[in-house]
């Protein structure tokens, strides 16, 4: 779609990024019937597919793993489609090692609705048994667990012989029975799916947004700045651009959904006078209490010979996510990865050996929780980003939790490579994080930016704490609960419109 046949006035509600939050949001409010505007910075991908590929890497496609993904469906091109729920304490203050997990302004029984939906919408594959830390549900997954390879089942055979609880990782695909896509390649995690049967953003949200007919998707088509009325308490519209020229486009409800930092940076571009530091900003709160997960790679050898190419991402160990009597503190999670040619990001001298690794083992991951601070996050200088301080890392926990992980595995009869390093960081959220407290928070637990009616929050960015399993299914809740009250604000509008109109009528007549 060109920017230039849009009008202002087309739309109730612009939604800026397609990952994630943006896509589910975009849907949940086209189902309620409002028209919506999705914007999105980058455009389709549709790389071309090597012959007999099924799964394109990501260092492949981007040219390195780190660059900036910018795309129809963002991030979630690239994910493994591991769609967990965060679990029921996460929601509540939790102390660790180095500091305190933050209470959050909603509990897991206002959110598990909106989980139950979002595991519809994204088809997960998974079961509850093995998992002690599984939270409550009010319904099954929508689809079985995924099944192990054979070598992978043998692997967690003996895993549970040695005592050890294993669970299936919850995975959304399209692997349901009779007409799924998904085919098990071993080209899934870090990958482009071409046979579109991984269920990312796109897939499972852009597209039958656009198909209700009540959503234009504009690509190419960047945001610079969000308009607010004159007194700065309302969103009235975005000023976008596409192809070098502007447009301003206004409507009722404006929600940035660009991830981190690009949602924390454009509310500071987006300052007036009313708000000086940043909309959102007036406790100082924008772009601070980043929280994240700090992970660590095991690699336990299967085979002496190759490790034949296979669909890997089936189980996890969660029986050390909380604290308890194997450790004071909570620990977190150990998951196998899929299997992804890693050895071609490490260094010439590395990489024989880390060939070598990857061809004997397969990838796991032990994950802990890394927490948020009030320095914590982003640096602004005026308009840009100086520099970025990282969340908390509880070091002694992360340390132990891998050697669980390698203890886990010697048990069940397994040599492991697990270096001793610092932690990577993964999943990160906050910089524009929820509370009922606009000095310490940016949006309310509803996602409105405080003090600015119509303007919303809804990706990674809103999350006060990242727990310690992955992120991407709360994203998405949070934006369908977020849609259903932006949806259910309009109706109320519209109930007292026409409720004034109707007034005006009766007057008119008794007049009359």
């Not at 700090?294 to 029986?319: D, Y």
Request: hydrophobic share 40%; glycine share 10%; charged share 20%.
């Amino acid at each position: 779609m060109l920017l230039n046949t849009v009008r202002s006035g087309d739309f109730n509600a612009i939604v800026i990024g397609s990952g994630a939050g943006g896509a589910s949001l975009a849907l949940r409010l086209a189902e309620r019937g409002l028209k919506v505007l999705l914007v999105e910075k980058g455009d389709y991908l549709r790389p071309a597919r090597p012959s007999g590929a099924v799964g394109l890497f990501i260092g492949d496609v981007q040219g390195e793993r780190g660059a900036p993904i910018t795309c129809v469906g963002g991030q979630t091109k690239f994910y493994g489609a591991a769609l967990y729920r965060l679990r029921e304490a996460d929601f509540a203050e939790i102390a660790h090692e180095r500091g305190v997990s933050p209470a959050w302004p909603i509990s897991y029984a206002d959110l598990e609705p909106y989980y139950g939906q979002a595991e519809q919408l994204f088809r997960v594959h998974g079961a509850p048994d093995g998992d002690p830390s599984e939270p409550p549900r009010s319904a099954p997954y929508p689809h079985p667990p995924i099944e192990h390879a054979p070598l992978v089942a043998k692997m967690v055979g003996r895993l549970e012989r040695t005592g050890r609880q294993v669970a299936a990782i919850p995975r959304g695909l399209d692997r349901r029975s009779g007409d799924g896509k998904c085919v098990l390649c071993a080209t899934c995690d870090a990958h482009y799916c071409s046979l579109d049967a991984k269920m990312d953003a796109e897939i499972a949200a852009v597209r039958p947004a656009l198909a209700t007919g009540n959503v234009v998707l504009s690509t190419r088509t960047e945001c610079l700045k969000i308009l607010t009325d004159a007194p700065g308490t309302r969103a009235v519209g975005a000023v976008l651009r596409r192809d070098g020229v502007e447009r301003e486009v206004r409507a009722e409800t404006v929600a940035i959904c660009a991830g981190i930092p690009t949602s924390a940076l454009l509310l500071r571009r987006s300052r007036t006078d009313a708000h000086r530091s940043g909309l959102g900003n007036q406790g100082g709160a924008l772009g601070r209490y980043l929280a994240a997960h700090s992970t660590g790679m095991i690699f336990p050898f299967v085979s002496g010979g190759r490790v034949r190419p296979t669909h890997t991402k089936t189980f996890a160990i969660n029986e050390f996510y909380a604290a308890g009597p194997h450790w004071p503190h909570p620990l977190g999670v150990i998951q196998i990865a899929g299997q992804t040619p890693f050895w071609n990001e490490a260094s010439a001298v590395v990489r024989p050996i880390a060939r070598f690794v990857g061809a004997h083992s397969f990838t796991c991951f032990y994950m802990t929780e890394a927490l948020p601070t009030p320095d914590t996050g982003i640096v602004f200088e005026g308009d840009e980003i100086a520099r970025s301080l990282p969340p908390v890392q509880n070091l002694e926990s992360f340390a132990e939790l891998r050697r669980k992980a390698v203890r886990a595995f010697r048990r069940a009869g397994y040599l492991s490579l697990a270096r001793r390093r610092a932690p990577y960081v993964w999943h990160e959220v906050g910089t524009a994080r929820m509370g009922a407290d606009p000095s310490t928070s940016v949006v309310d637990p509803d996602l409105q930016v405080h003090g600015v009616e119509g303007l919303y929050v809804a990706d990674a960015s809103v999350l006060p704490s990242a727990g310690a399993v992955n992120t991407a299914l709360t994203i998405v809740a949070l934006a369908l609960r977020a849609g259903d009250h932006i949806a259910s604000q309009a109706d109320a509008a519209l109930g007292l419109d026409a409720a004034a109109a109707g007034t005006r009528d009766a007057a008119a007549l008794a007049h009359a």
